[in-house]
């Protein structure tokens, strides 16, 4: 069992661990498929989760390069998003402030790695004030290829100079699932708004409910 006494760190992803933000996207692409006329946005932005803007833009392209601007319509979304944000608030999931602030207290060391661009990243923790809590962070733009490639963990655990086979990767997605156990590491998975399938449940090393499970977990019996 891997307790704080026993593990070299850990490495969290943000968006679907940290924050409650995929369904806030997912509200926001909606509102901008249907402007423009859009079908199946929500099932071509779910194959999105868990990737980098790259990644991203050319899931959009290939289901709508032939209807719109998809430069434009990337960036709309990032304006109808960070109005959402504006409006309500960077969505933080249940949990995450106190689970956070005790590893930082712990002494263990803590690294979050997102396929979010590094500078939206730093920008979107400062905003929560949770930034201070992680001794290292790795933002997709970083490495050359994102989750579901191991290449952004791999940075991670490298950064914080601890071995990814005593490391807990805490993820929430198909991609991130593949990108951790890819890179050797512990993976946790809480899942969000992807339901786990068959390989995912495989690669987790345990399956949590929430971030407050998880800390109950490693405070009692270890993970």
């Known amino acids: 069992m891997y307790t704080l006494e026993n593990l070299d760190g850990i490495v969290f992803d943000m968006d679907g661990v940290i924050?409650?933000?995929e369904r806030l996207?997912?509200?926001c692409w909606k509102k901008v498929g249907e402007r423009h006329g859009l079908e199946?946005?929500?099932e071509n932005i779910r194959l999105c989760i868990g990737r980098s803007t790259k990644d991203t833009k050319r899931i959009i392209a290939e289901a709508y390069g032939d209807k719109v601007d998809l430069d434009e319509l990337y960036a709309e979304s990032r304006v109808v998003i960070r109005e959402a944000f504006e409006q309500e608030g960077i969505p933080v999931k249940i949990g995450a402030p106190e689970v956070l602030r005790w590893l930082?207290?712990?002494g263990i060391k803590v690294g979050l790695a997102s396929s979010t661009s590094y500078d939206t990243v730093v920008r979107e923790m400062q905003e929560v004030g949770l930034i201070d809590c992680f001794d290292v962070i790795i933002g997709g733009d970083m490495v050359e290829n994102s989750k579901p490639d191991p290449d952004i963990y791999l940075k991670a655990c490298q950064r914080l100079g601890v071995d990814p086979a005593n490391t807990l990767a805490v993820e929430d997605s198909r991609n991130g699932m593949i990108s951790a156990h890819?890179?050797?590491m512990i993976p946790v998975l809480i899942p969000d708004l992807v339901?786990?399938?068959?390989?995912m449940l495989e690669k987790a090393h345990i399956k949590l409910n929430s971030l407050t499970e998880f800390k109950d977990t490693l405070?009692?019996?270890?993970i």
Do not use: K
């Not at 339901?195 to 390989?199: A, G, I, M, N």
């Open 19 to 21: 924050f409650d933000t």
């Open 25 to 27: 996207s997912m509200r």
């Open 40 to 42: 199946n946005v929500e």
């Open 104 to 106: 930082h207290d712990s």
């Open 182 to 184: 890819a890179a050797g």
């Open 195 to 199: 339901e786990p399938d068959e390989e």
């Open 219 to 222: 405070l009692s019996t270890g």
